[in-house]
């Protein structure tokens, strides 16, 4: 059974929930339609974060005394709400400062495993090296590119990447082509924060699966927006960022399969993470101890889980089937106005996608574009939103972007759509200027 969008009161209340809304910008009501950058904080996740530092503050893990002990259990839960959002053990969650943090830990851990030297030498299960394939794709965000194109030049494996096709959709032949016995890692995200499509991982991670390469999922678009099921997926990793989900900034989310994590050597090193340290050597803690040395990050920790706890309460179901009607609003909206490029297949189900959408406005660069909706209260992205291949691959060097969150309403849509259909009159171009 498919569940119920959120009705207007629901919404209503819910938007009541985040104290920036009810903030004017330039004179007029904020439309924040910027959450794929990040999400703005319930009144919940910022008390959460307060209530720790005003009842709880001690360092984890360590101490005696009483404070230390309340933390630790804290702490601890919270790893317990993440994992069971995921629907994942607890052991199988690593805290990380967002995502670009963990996909670089994990890129850092397969090097250090690849140099067979210090703490990697015990984890040689998944190093790299010369006639080994990493492959990504050619819609990535930065942070899941640059990461594997360094650890190519380390480990002197080779980088490949799945193609895109002239429609800004990847090409699933290719991808299964692409895929052979030498490809060792996997990386690609669940949605694109371009063009907001859902990739269908089911028509590739098996191929990847059956050739034994590891692979990891870049969720950081799809996990406040979709119910994530990393298992069900079939990755053995997959990161997001707390911020994108209602959370604080500076935690994300690494989950790892208990025996791929347990596979990796440590990326950082520091006091919390080990059994015993000589003056030559350490040994180190199971996961997930292993890959959290030092203090860890843990007021972020309690505002993140409280972050999911709202998410949780909202339904993420309901959340899918309100964005999914917001994708459609959004997509016919734009459709409509003349003069505009939809980077990604306009034709793609607003079922498979989440209500993200970025275009071009025929003439105007995309910063101009933005600085008219900035100057009516609408926060929008503007630029190459960290994919600049992509950008390059549709021939294009920057993009307006418009994301929704749960606190979105379709009139604030509507509005975005009359200024953007207003942007090109204003700098005095017509239709017959479209190209
Ligand atoms: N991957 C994707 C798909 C993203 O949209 C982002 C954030 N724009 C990131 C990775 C990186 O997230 P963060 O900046 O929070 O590390």
Known sequence: M????????????????????????????????DSAATAQKPTRVIEAEAEYYRSANAAVHRGAHTLAAEATELYEDARHTVARFLAVDDDEIVFTGNATDGLNLVA??????????????DFPRFALGEGDEILTTELEHHANLIPWQELAARTGATLRHIPVRDDGVLDLDAAV?????????????????VTGIVTPLAAIVPHAKRVGALVVLDACQSAAHLSLRPRDLGVDLAVFSGHKLYGPTGIGVLYGRSEVLAALPPHVFGGSAITTVTLDKAAFLPPPQRFEPGTPRIAQVLGLAEALRFLDDVGLDRVAA????????????????????????????????IAL???????????????????????VRVGHHCAQPLHRRLGVTASVRI?????????????????????????????????
């Open 357 to 379: 959408a970025s275009f071009v406005v025929d003439g105007v660069h995309a910063h101009d574009a933005g600085q008219v909706l900035d100057q009516v209260g609408i926060a």
């Open 108 to 121: 850092a851990a397969i090097g250090h495993a690849s140099t067979g030297r210090g703490a990697g030498a």
């Open 177 to 193: 082509s692409l895929i052979s016995e030498r490809t060792r890692v996997l990386a690609l995200s669940h949605v694109s924060n």
């Open 403 to 435: 994301s929704a969150g749960v606190h979105t309403t379709p009139a604030e849509l509507d509005r975005a759509i009359d200024v953007v259909a207003s942007i090109r009159p204003f700098f005095g171009l017509g239709e017959e200027e479209t190209s």
């Open 322 to 353: 309100t964005e999914h009607a917001l994708a459609e609003r959004l997509l016919s909206g734009l459709a409509a106005v003349p003069g505009i490029r939809l980077l990604g297949d306009a034709a793609v189900a607003p079922a498979d996608r």
């Open 2 to 33: 498919t569940a119920a969008p959120l009705t207007d009161a629901e919404i209503e209340r819910l938007r009541a929930q985040f104290p920036i809304l009810s903030r004017e910008v330039n004179g007029h009501p904020l439309a924040y339609l």
